[in-house]
Every structure is written in C-alpha cells, then in structure tokens.
C-alpha cells in the first residue's frame, strides 16, 4: 500500500466517522416508525450516545469525579489503548470536531490563511500549543475534587451540544424559512417544488417538531469561533486547546510507532511541513513532536524524496543538525503543578457561592432521574443529549441557573414543554448517568413505589382565572397526569367586577400527588407566565429541598441507589 | 479634484441618495394598521371553508342511535352498525374518509384515555371494504402526539388494517372560519375538511368542566391553535363546533369507560369495562345516551341540553329512533 492510499484511506476514515458522529445525534430523537416490542416501554432502538462512550477524556474525568465508570463508558479503551502503542491516531483519523477543523482549515484563503513560507511558518511547533495540556490539568485537577467541567471543551461533548442544540435547530428555521419565502414570491409552482423538496429532507434531517433553545447564542458563537480561529492557525483547537487532544498526546509518549527520518535524501523542499497538520514539526533539522502528530500522514505523503517514514520502532538518528523524534511534552513541571492546583482551587470557587444560587434555585428542575446536584455535577458533560431527545423540547441548557459550575447543563422549562409522564428518553441517551435510566415503574410509581418527582406546582392565585378573575377554567386540572389527579377543583363563588356570582371551580394542588412534570405549567392559557408553576421543590434527587415532612420519611428507590 | 472626477463622486452621491429617498417612500406606509395586521403573524394558510357536513340524508326507517352491548369489541361495533343502515350507507365507493379517535392523551389501551384500537382498526377496515379510495386516521393530541399515537396502540391497529395514520404537522393547518358564537375563525387540521367523510369515534369519559368528553367534545381534536382558551364557555365552544363540524357517522367506544379523573385518567381503578359500542347519525342523542355510562343523563349535561336548544340534535334518543341489538 503506498502512502498516498493510506492517506486516502485517512480521509474515507475521516468522513466516515464523522457521518456516523453526525448519524448517532440525528437518531438521537424519538421516532415513530418503530414497534416497541412492549409499548408501556418506549425505548430508543439505537446506541444513540454510543459516540460519547468512546471517549477517553469523559471516562478519565468522570471516575475521576465520581468514582466509577459508568456503563459503555468502558469502550473508551477501545481508543486509549491504541493511542498508547501508535500516538494519536484519534485526531487525525476519528475525531469529529477535528476533521472539521482539518477541513475548514484546508479551505484556500488568499486573505486570511498563510500560505507557502509563511505558511510553513505557522505550522512550526508553537509555544501556545502547551496550553492545552495545562487546561486537561486544570480540568483533571477540579475533577479530582468533583467538579466535572471537561464537557466545556471535550471535542465529542462539545460537538455534540453544538450540531443537537444549534446546528439542527437553525437549519430547521432556516429550511422551513426559505420554503415560506419561496411559498411567498407570489408563483405558486416555486412554492410546491420548494415543499416538495423540504418534505423530502425532512424527515432524513429534522425533527418531528422545530425545536428551539435557550442560550443557543453562547453555544453558537463559540462553535463558530473555533472554526473561524482555523482560517488563522490550522486546526488552531486541536493544537492549542482541545483537552482530549492533551490527554492522548500525553499517552502517545509511550508509542512504538513514530517518524524516521532520513537526513541524507531530503532535500529541505519544506513540503512535509506545509501539509502539517498537527503542528509537530516534521522536517529534517526540528524536533518531530510525537505528542503533537495527529498521524495524518500529509508529511509523507507529500515528501517527495521519500525522506519521512512513518514506522514501527523508528530509528532515532540524532545528529547535531537533526535533533530527531522525542516524544517529550513540552510543559514545565512547575505550570503542570500550578494548573492541578488552579484546578483544585477551582472546586470550592465554584461551590462556595452561596448555596441558595443553585441548590436552592427554583428554576433549576432537574430531567426525571438526575442525580443529587453534587453528583449531578460529578458527572454531567453537557453533550446536549438529553435536550435533543426530549419530545416536548422541555430541556435546555442553562446559561448560569445552575450557576457557573452547571453552564449548559440540562434544566426544564415547563413553558416550553412539559415532562411526559411515561417518557424516561432523556435517562437512556445520557452517556455518564448523570441523569439515571428509569424504568416506566420507577418515573410513573406505583402503589409501593413513589413517582420520580422533578418538583411541585404552585398556584399563582393573583393570576388564575377562577381565583382572581372570576373567569372559569380548569385546564391545569385537565392536563394533570398523576392519577388522582394532583390539581383537584372546589366549586365556589367568585364575583365579578359588577358583583355578579360566578359559580367557579378553583384548583389546588395537592403536594403528595404532584410529580412537578410542568404539564400544568405548559397547559395554562395565560400564556406568558402562567398561573400555575412548578419550582424544584418536593425533586426526589434532593433530601434537602423537601417540604413535607412525611416526605422525608418515605423511601425512594432512586434515591436509594444514588446513596 | 478633477472636474471629471468632481462630476463622477457627485454623480454617484445623488443617485444613492435618490435611491434612498426613493426606497423608503415606497416602502413607507401611512396605514399602520395595515402594516401591522400583514406582520400579525398568522403562521396557518388563510383558507376559509363554507361549510364541513359531512351527513348522509336522513332515512326515517333507520333508529338514529343503535347500541350492542358485547365483550367482543369488533362484534360490537358490527352489529350496532349494521343496525344503523351498515358501512355501505356511510361510505361509497371512491369516498375518502378520516377517521377521528381520541388519541388525546399518552396513555395505552386499558386506560380508556383514548379510543379501542380495535374499534378503530375495524373501522377502516370496513370503510376500505366498502370501497373507500383512502381512509385516514388521525387526531390532534393534547400530549407529544408521536408518543399518544404510539401508547394509544391505534396507529399500529389503524395501519395494519390499511389506514394512512397521520401526525399533524404545522403546516397541516387551515385557517377556518367556524362560524359560531363563540368560535371564529380557528386553525382546523386539513384532513377534517378535505374529505368526503367523516367518522367520529370517541371514547366516554369524565371531564370536570363539561362533565363528559363524548362525541361533540372530541371535535376539540379538530382544532389547532389556543384551544387551551375553550374552557371558559365551553358549553356554547363544543356546540359551535358541533354545528360547525357534522360527522357521518359518530361511533362511541364504551367498552371502556373513564368514570372518574378525565379526560386523562391513568388509572385502572377509574376504568368500567362497559363492553358497549353505539353508532349513531344525531351526536345529541349520542351523547345524551353515552352519558348514562358516567351516571348522568342528557338534561344534566350543559353542552348537551344547549346542543339541543341550538337545533343539533335531541336529548330524548328514545323519541329520536334508538334501539339495542344483541348478538
């Protein structure tokens, strides 16, 4: 096989994993063409976060912060073993973010990319390339204490929550957007071929229902940057910040497979590092940098002579002109310990805030399942897959209501959408167990086991239509899934402006019924904040944010095998 | 300067400013009112239909109410249908039909939140037995309706037994003019009004403000938008409907019925397994005899007794033509 096939196959492999990558978050969605085998039960028919399981960095960290390592988290050996004999292949051959910045990167541009010496230029090893090594410590470091913050800048989670909570979402608005445009140019056969064709690319790439999402701009602007920053330095992330990336270079010091160099036949033509892609200097007279190669093989490739091989036990030829191959990590010790120590230091930073910001936060409702808010936090990456699955669109991630600590994690907005009683989607799709999988038995209970609640509901009496507007409704009531219901009515009398009697039935809520689903919240016709809200109080995942002292002594199952 | 380029960055000054002048004179618009009521945003295709019956004529040799009470759900309904004139009277051949369960809720079959899924695969396939051309399942569900479809058990009845079962989708919607006291102009789901039959099949149940969601409250399914407001009359919002939207045929589903916790119930200790099936042509007086299954009669039932006041049908379903078959 010659190298320009391998490099091909580079490329088919790129493509390859990206498309599955891109496959597994579009699966990632209820769908109704399929047989539950049992329909009380809907479960995915895919893996769907199968990706994320792969990923070396979120299983580090979260044993890390939590202790174990959760379910197909176990797959991740599947690429750190590899990496310890060959490098790391990962991020030239499988990441998803990184073919993406290995393509944006790869896109000609007179005005911003360098291009030729210059070029050649900013493909040597550059001094900012350490810093992602010293942001996986600070990460690994707040882990080591119990605060997960490696989804910020964990490529797959990263990937992930951007294309499930902006990019599928904006193409949706867009699509729909443009065949309402051409609905509207006043010709009506444009208008039908414009239908026809978003009829057939939607069902392959949107979903059922637009979804949309808060703090969509923050997630946005941040994936556009990194793929911006690409047309400066190529594959700027991948050199300089990605932690995943640190990790495997930090793990690929140990590889059998590596660069030789020959130093009689090159020619100093400068080609090999042109194509570079990792920034690991690969010409004849630098230090090949093993922890920074993406093993994309465009060295070569394209080395006409035939000077740079890529081989098992290369041979280390070092000569004073040619300090070859080390597969030394160019970080001082004494940043590496200061960045643990950042890290450390970061844990009570972000949990010493007063409590009331988040444990406290009624706004804050948890998915169905979730853990403890300590735990929560040990473990969540914030992949958004638990806000793409959601059929009701209810989840979304949080800008600063889980505080600084929780950023873009999940939290229920019951005006947007309600939590299905029966549906435990979200449970299934999480790759770390931040947010437990239910059975129907333990979301819904039954008569010796109590519901998973996600809070309570309250009546805004100043606002609902009986009790302040002597108007009748009883749409809460209506909605209201537990059985007995939990919003129950009392017939009474209001009087109106004129003091007419208004035979009204007026809700209440009855706090040992109410799982905090939010269906009440999302029914009522007051439709900017409604009359009737459900805040976290009473969630099974909190001992403390309890109000009823029966409830206390109750015991929930879930509850149970978090402890 | 140049007199030439003098002449040429002057030149181009005022025709930009001409163009700009010019733009926003026509774009400017004095009404306001006008402007405002193009950006209202009505997201539905503004169709207005006249009238949605979709009645057979009267025959006076016929009962307008039959009822079979049988443990075998699809004898039920066959026996109480032919009672009533059989599927040939209804459905002609070449006649597309939509069939209207209520697949509001997302619950499954034994909860009696929705309509028997046996009932309704029966149902088409009967209509396709009858010749129909094309029988359509579907409903606007109050929960995530993929989810209802599903639990309900009816779009996996409804398609096996040849029905394009189907969700509504956004764009699905026509703007309608009800024509009613208290319902104007609403979103209507096209498959209720681009269809040469309509068969309505609810479930009886409970409800705490109308007191029971039979056949003239199921047609709350056909509906989009704000639906959430009905509840503040919804006596006169359900005859509105009802003199709006005149089914075929009403077929309701009393082998199960919810007495106690509607429209969603949930629980099996709500559930009276009645094993009824009623067809009928007046959906007054089946309503007014469905009811009794909940413990009430038609005179207690406000939407009811003004359905009747409104002409649409009579309470008193003995009067009207009623009559109980066996097997």
């Known amino acids: ?94 990441c998803p973010l990184g073919s993406l910045n290995h393509w944006v990167s790869e896109i000609p541009s007179e005005r911003l990319n360098h291009r030729g010496a210059g070029k050649i230029r900013s493909n040597h090893y550059k001094k900012y390339q350490r810093i992602k090594y010293y942001i996986l410590l600070v990460f690994l470091g707040a882990a080591l204490l119990g605060t997960l913050q490696i989804g910020l800048l964990d490529p797959l989670a990263l990937l992930a929550r951007s294309i499930g909570t902006v990019v599928l979402p904006v193409t949706h608005t867009a699509l729909a957007g443009l065949v309402d445009w051409f609905k509207g140019l006043g010709y009506p056969p444009l208008g039908k071929l414009a239908q026809g064709v978003y009829d057939i690319i939607a069902p392959l790439l949107l979903t059922y229902r637009q979804s949309f999402f ?91 002579e035939g000077s740079l091989k890529f081989k098992f036990f290369p041979q280390q030829i070092v000569t004073p002109a ?125 008569k010796d086991t109590p519901p998973n609640r996600i809070g309570t509901a309250f009546i805004d009496r100043g606002r609902c239509l009986p009790w302040a507007m002597a108007t009748p409704c009883i749409v809460c009531e209506e909605w209201c899934p537990t059985s007995p219901k939990a919003v129950y009515l009392k017939d009474e009398i209001a009087y109106d402006s004129k003091g007419n009697e208004v035979p009204v039935k007026r809700p209440y809520v009855d706090p040992y019924l109410c799982t905090g689903c939010g269906a009440c919240e999302f029914a009522c016709p007051i439709s900017d904040r409604a009359a009737i809200y459900v805040t976290s109080a009473g969630e099974t995942r909190s001992v403390d944010n309890q109000f009823l002292l029966e409830r206390n002594r109750k015991k929930s199952p879930v509850r149970d095998r978090q402890a | 300067m140049q007199r030439r380029e003098f002449i040429k960055k002057t030149g181009k000054a005022v025709a930009l400013a001409a163009a700009a002048g010019g733009a926003g004179l026509l774009l400017h618009n004095r009404d306001a009112g ?122 996996n009845a409804a398609e096996s037994a040849g029905a394009r079962v189907l969700l509504p989708r956004e764009e699905d919607y026509f703007s309608t003019d009800i024509n009613g006291e208290l319902l104007t ?17 609810p479930i009886v149940k409970h409800h705490s403000m109308s007191a ?49 916790n509607g429209p969603t119930g949930g629980s099996l200790d709500d559930v009276a397994i009645e094993n009824t099936v009623l067809c009928a042509t007046d959906q007054v007086a089946a309503d007014s005899r469905a009811v009794e299954f909940l413990g009430l009669t038609g005179e207690r039932v406000g939407h009811i007794v003004l359905a009747e006041k409104s002409g649409l049908g009579s309470i008193d379903y003995r009067a009207a033509g009623y009559r109980e078959v066996t097997v």
């Not at chain 1, 196959?9 to 047989?35: G, P, Y």
């Not at chain 1, 690409?230 to 590596?258: D, E, H, K, V, Y």
């Not at chain 2, 039979?214 to 919804?234: S, V, W």
């Open chain 1, 1 to 94: 096989m010659t190298i320009k096939t391998v490099r091909n196959l580079r490329r088919v492999s790129q493509i390859l994993f990206f498309a599955v990558f891109f496959w597994l978050i579009l699966k990632t969605t209820f769908e109704v063409n399929f047989n539950p085998t049992d329909p009380t039960e809907i479960m995915l028919p895919y893996p769907v976060s199968i990706a994320l399981e792969f990923d070396p960095l979120v299983a580090i960290a979260t044993v890390l912060s939590s202790g174990t390592l959760y379910k197909g988290l176990l797959w991740s050996l599947v690429i750190l073993i590899p990496t310890i004999f060959i490098g790391r292949f990962f991020c030239g051959w499988v």
């Open chain 1, 214 to 304: 808060h703090t969509i701009l923050t997630i946005g602007t941040l994936f556009l940057f990194i793929l911006i920053l690409n047309r400066i330095f190529t594959r700027f992330w991948c050199r300089g910040i990605c932690p995943l990336g640190a990790l495997l270079g930090i793990f690929s010091r140990f590889s059998l497979f590596g660069l030789q160099k020959d130093e009689q036949s090159c020619t100093h033509c400068g080609l090999c590092g042109l194509n570079c892609q990792g920034g690991d200097d690969p010409e004849i007279g630098r230090k090949w940098r093993q922890a920074e190669c993406h093993l994309c093989l465009n060295c070569q490739a394209a080395c006409p």
């Open chain 1, 322 to 446: 040619n300090p070859a191959g080390t597969p030394e990590i160019n970080i001082s010790r004494r940043k590496a310990t200061m960045s643990v120590a950042a890290g450390l230091a970061l844990f009570p930073l972000l949990r010493s805030g007063d409590a009331f910001e988040v444990n406290a936060n009624p706004l804050l409702i948890r998915p169905p399942g979730s853990l403890a808010e300590p735990s929560f936090a040990a473990k969540c990456i914030r992949c958004g897959q638990c806000m793409r699955v959601c059929p009701n669109n209810a989840l979304h991630p949080t800008l600063l209501e889980a505080g600084l600590e929780g950023m873009w994690s999940p939290y229920l907005i019951a005006r947007i959408g309600y939590c299905e009683p029966t549906c435990t989607l979200c449970g299934q799709v999480c790759p770390t167990g931040a947010i437990m999988e239910l059975s129907l038995k333990e979301k819904v209970g039954d």
């Open chain 2, 34 to 155: 006008a402007l405002l009521s193009a950006h209202s945003g009505d997201r539905y295709t503004p169709v207005f239909v006249p009238s949605s019956s979709f009645e057979v004529p009267p025959d006076p040799t016929l009962p307008k109410v039959t009822l079979c009470h049988e443990a075998d759900a699809v004898k039920a309904l066959n026996y109480s249908l032919d009672a009533i004139g059989g599927i040939k009277r209804f459905v002609k051949s070449g006649e597309k039909v939509t069939v209207k369960p209520n697949i509001g809720w997302d619950r499954a079959p034994e909860q009696a939140a929705n309509t028997n899924p046996l009932l309704v695969a029966e149902m088409v396939r009967l209509c396709l037995e009858a010749g129909a051309s094309e029988v359509i399942v579907t409903d606007i569900s109050c929960n995530e309706p993929r989810r209802c479809f599903l639990r309900s058990g009816i779009r």
């Open chain 2, 185 to 201: 102009v609403w979103p209507v789901l096209k498959y209720f009004l681009k269809t040469d039959r309509l068969i309505n099949m």
């Open chain 2, 212 to 260: 029971c969601t039979i056949g003239m409250k199921n047609l709350y399914g056909i509906l989009g938008g704000r639906r959430n407001q009905l509840h503040q009359r919804i006596d006169q919002s359900i005859v509105d409907l009802a003199a709006f939207c005149r089914p075929t045929l009403t077929v309701v589903d009393a082998t199960r019925v919810l007495l106690r």
